[in-house]
């Protein structure tokens, strides 16, 4: 969380960055980003538990200010290579704004959930590693 | 001639207070906490959103009625309690379900069944009155047919006044309808089937609450094997929380051959059925306005892996109940162990850090492991016959 903050911090530092709406509500949630996108992303309940269903309410940036598609949204056990049993939905809010619906992790341990993410031509991945206890 | 008795006496004191000493392993932070989520017992009571007689006494007591009555089988002899028995831990001892003919899989205890959200070895139900209706009908089953349950509530004086107190209004033409009603007030009363408090649930209790004392009263051998079980063996990757059970599905090597050329194909199956299925929670029958509910069976997604898989068991009472897996096919809580023991890995087709791996366990490992399985289990309370449904 700290380490999410201090993102934060050093990000709206960066002036390309600054208009990207990262305010996702309740003040917590998550930031990724690469050279040409920047993310944020909380659960929707706030606390992901084994076993139970919940969402990603998303905002998707581009350095460039061009708008972002989110083209898809898993996650997946890389230590024992399968994925989730569910196959979650995208729907776009405008602005950015995305809600993923229909996430469940079924296993403790660690989820790599990974973003597909366009603008114009070029799509990039990013993922995000969860420890779920 | 003092010196003998004294060093006598100072020896069994010695091990008096060696005894007590070790009567608590000791428990990192770390583990109590992985042991607290096992917890706490019992749970709140359930109301499922999409059986409207759900948690309602007259929902209840007609369902449990209905639960003994043969009427609802083909040939009158068959009720559902014939195969999910009170003093039987809601099963029947047997490896395979016999109905008008030996089915393919164990019947599973009934404890606790309310709180899942996928019903059958393979998970064909995504709500508990859906997974009711198919004994009802199937002819391997109960055999009943679809209009059987609608002329019964009409045609029984006591059964009709138990439907009108549960429904609001009295059994109508609709055979569909009273077919499905006669599930959710099976429903609503399976969900009550919560089993009772165990060694350790005092336990887990007393270790969260740093009562060393009351901690210190579970034999050594379960919190050995406890700790085997949320530490190098992994049980609690998939035997989690309060009912040790994900509630989903795995593959911990069962073989799925039901005979020579026939395999059981698990979830996999399961998930067809579940798609075609009239009675599922996308259809006309669910009572939940919000939608909420659906969640998991909107967004399930069938794959290959789900391929002779099978849903994790809860393990409450499992000491009780047996022979085990969806097949029967082990008939004790030792060949249980004996079979996460040496399972081979050949038959685990997995590419990662498999899941499930021979654990190799020693003689004394493997009766820990089944010590603590055994802490799962208490008596129930006898049960009362229930209450006439139209005094």
Known sequence: MKLAVALLGFLLATPAWADCPLDLGRGTGWVIYSDHYLLAFRPDPLRIEVGEPFALVLNVCTKSGEPAELLAVDANMPEHRHGMNYRPDIVAKGDGRFRAEGMLFHMPGRWEITFDVRAGEESERLTHDIILK | MIRFPLLLLSLLGLWAGGVFAQ????????????????????????????????????????????????????????????????????????????????????????????????????????????????????????????????????????????????????????????????????????ATLVSPRTPFDDFRDALVAGNREGASRYPLAAQRGLKLFIGDANCNLCHLGPRFTSGEFGDIGIPFFVRPGEVDPGRLGGLGRLAASPFNLLGKYNDDATGNNTRRTRHVQRQHTNFGEFRVPGLRQVGRSGPYMHNGSLATLEDVVRHYSEVSPDRLHSDGIPLVRPLGLTAEQSADLVAFLRSLDAEPLARPRPAPLCP
């Open chain 2, 23 to 190: 009567q608590l392993l000791d428990w990192t932070p770390e583990e109590i906490r992985t042991v607290e989520k096992h917890g706490p017992w019992p749970p709140s009571p359930v109301r499922d959103p999409s059986n409207k007689v759900s948690g309602t006494p007259a929902g209840i007591l007609l369902g449990e009625h209905l639960f003994n009555d043969p009427r609802l089988s083909g040939d009158g002899r068959v009720s559902c309690a014939t195969c999910h028995q009170a003093g039987r831990e809601w099963s029947d001892g047997l490896a395979r379900a016999r109905g008008t003919v030996e089915l393919d899989r164990r019947t599973p205890s009934l404890w606790n069944i309310g709180y899942l959200h996928w019903f059958g070895w393979d998970g064909a139900g995504d709500s508990l009155w859906a997974q009711s209706i198919r004994p009802l009908l199937d002819p391997r089953e109960m055999n009943g047919g679809p209009a059987r349950a609608a002329e019964l509530l009409r045609g029984d004086a006591a059964l009709a006044c138990g439907y009108e107190k549960a429904f609001g209004s009295a059994p109508g033409t609709d055979d569909e309808r009273l077919l499905v009603d006669t599930a959710k007030a099976l429903a609503a009363f399976e």
